[in-house]
């Protein structure tokens, strides 16, 4: 069974900065390409960053570049999200998703996705 | 301001169909399928449609998804209250090489 665990969200002061882990299992992480999508509270989903399977490959939205790293370390399953400078428009839940190939790709969807992990920017 | 246009909400009663648009350009929708999502309050969202037209498994044939030029539809038939739920659809723009999603529409049922 696909399992996708973020954490790591939790209070932060802007300006500050913040790592997100999502936990995969039971499919091989390496073989496939993930992303990073965000909510703000009640607002629509907005999609952040993706990295290919190999980790050679990231894509980033414009409000994140520069502030925000996406990476993967295949041989802990894990994919991450480092954040820098956040702002108050940058509270929100973030999901990680899981493509259906290894390469980020016009054609493709997300059919696995995590919990969630709230982020909350404030002082 | 999503790159994709969905309204805000739309409603039925129990058994009708309802249409959801997502309204989108060249650079997006009209080169590239769509992808739509349902979301409960409070969960992470679910894949309800992918390559514009397809059905995953377990997702009943009362969904279903269309597109034509630069616009998609999803039509939910024989509306049941368990529908009530946030749709959004998504596809990548070419412009931005990434994917975009439409700002939402909030389905009620009546």
């Known amino acids: 069974e696909v399992q996708l665990l973020e954490s790591g969200g939790t209070l932060v002061q802007p300006g500050g900065s913040l790592r997100l882990s999502c936990a995969a299992s039971g ?3 390496s073989n496939y390409a993930m992303t990073w999508v965000r909510q703000a509270p009640g607002k629509g989903l907005e999609w952040v960053s993706a990295i290919s399977g190999g980790g050679g490959a990231t894509y980033y939205a414009d409000s994140v570049k520069g502030r925000f790293t996406i990476s993967r370390d295949n041989s802990k399953n894990t994919l991450y999200l480092q954040m820098h400078s956040l702002g108050a428009d940058d509270t929100a839940v973030y999901f990680c998703a899981r493509d259906r190939i290894s390469r980020v790709y016009a054609s493709s969807w997300y059919a696995y996705w995590g919990q969630g992990s709230l982020v909350t920017v404030s002082s | 301001q999503s790159v994709l246009t969905q309204p805000p909400s739309a409603s039925g009663t129990p058994g009708q169909r309802v249409t959801i648009s997502c ?9 590239n399928t769509v992808n739509w999502y349902q979301q409960f309050p409070g969960t992470a969202p679910k894949l309800l449609i992918y390559s514009s037209t397809q059905r995953p498994s377990g997702v009943p044939d009362r969904f279903s998804g269309s597109k034509s030029g630069s616009s998609a539809t999803l039509a939910i038939s024989g509306l049941q209250s368990d529908d009530e739920a946030d749709y959004y659809c998504s596809a990548w ?10 700002g939402g529409t909030k389905v009620t049922v009546l």
Do not use: R
């Open chain 1, 27 to 29: 499919f091989t992480f």
């Open chain 2, 23 to 31: 309204s989108g350009s060249s650079s997006n929708i009209g080169s």
């Open chain 2, 93 to 102: 723009e070419d412009s931005l090489n990434h994917w975009v999603f439409g």
